[in-house]
């Protein structure tokens, strides 16, 4: 007797692709959860109090996988420091210099990038306070920001502040100095900031901006 072979069902078919399609998805929204809670966990009870189990429960996953994810916990870091050259410096710091050193003049360019500084401490706070803990005992950690991120913001900075040497805007000083200045200055207040804002908040976010503008390009003490 010939055995007859049955045709595929088109519908199961289709759900079985719909199901291939959603899995990155699926998996891509699990690590991002994973990541929130780590944040939300690391940034209220540290790194060295921060718990995996913990952070697993919050994600609404087991600890298994978050280990399937991100191997250790150290990984799990690694992955935050990923976030911040993501969330924070590609789409705010590296904007902000390529924009405002096109047609902006330097008051209302320097202005633009420090109110610009508000916008990173306010949304995404929480992140920046791990960042600002453990850097410093584990920069291996965040090795891609140091070595691919904040290269590119020093070299943006350069050539924002080249241009500004060759208008006649600044003294004639070396341009790295002139940027490390600048960026120490945004990140100080950023910390600061961060660490105590009722202290070290002088107003609204424009204001407090174009007042930091005003040191950065004239400084603090008197012409003579």
């Known amino acids: 007797m010939k055995r007859m072979i049955a045709e595929p069902d088109p519908t199961k078919q289709a759900r079985y692709d719909d199901l291939l399609d959603a899995s990155p998805r699926i998996s891509n929204k699990k690590r991002e959860a994973m990541l929130d809670a780590a944040v939300s966990i690391f940034s209220r009870d540290g790194y060295d109090g921060g718990k995996t189990l913990e952070i697993a429960r919050e994600a609404g996953v087991s600890e298994a996988t978050?280990?399937?994810?991100?191997?250790?916990?150290?990984?799990?870091?690694?992955?935050?420091?990923e976030r911040i050259s993501d969330?924070?410096?590609k789409p705010y710091l590296l904007s902000a210099l390529e924009q405002s050193s096109e047609a902006l003049p330097p008051p209302q360019a320097i202005a633009a990038i420090m109110e610009n500084r508000m916008r990173i401490i306010q949304e995404n706070l929480p992140l920046l306070r791990i960042l600002l803990?453990?850097?410093p005992r584990d920069p291996a950690a965040f090795s891609g920001l140091f070595d691919q991120a904040l290269p590119r913001i020093f070299e943006l900075s350069d050539a924002f502040h080249t241009r500004h040497l060759r208008d006649g805007v600044y003294r004639d000083l070396d341009p790295r100095l002139?940027?490390?200045?600048?960026?120490?200055?945004?990140?100080g207040c950023v910390a600061l900031s961060s660490l105590m804002p009722e202290q070290f908040r002088l107003g609204?976010?424009?204001d407090e901006a174009a007042m930091l503008a005003d040191v950065f390009l004239r400084g603090v003490g008197k012409n003579q």
């Open 133 to 135: 803990a453990e850097a």
């Open 87 to 89: 969330r924070v410096i």
């Open 204 to 206: 609204a976010d424009a």
């Open 178 to 187: 002139i940027s490390r200045t600048f960026l120490s200055l945004m990140l």
């Open 66 to 81: 978050l280990f399937k994810y991100f191997i250790s916990k150290r990984g799990l870091l690694s992955a935050l420091g």
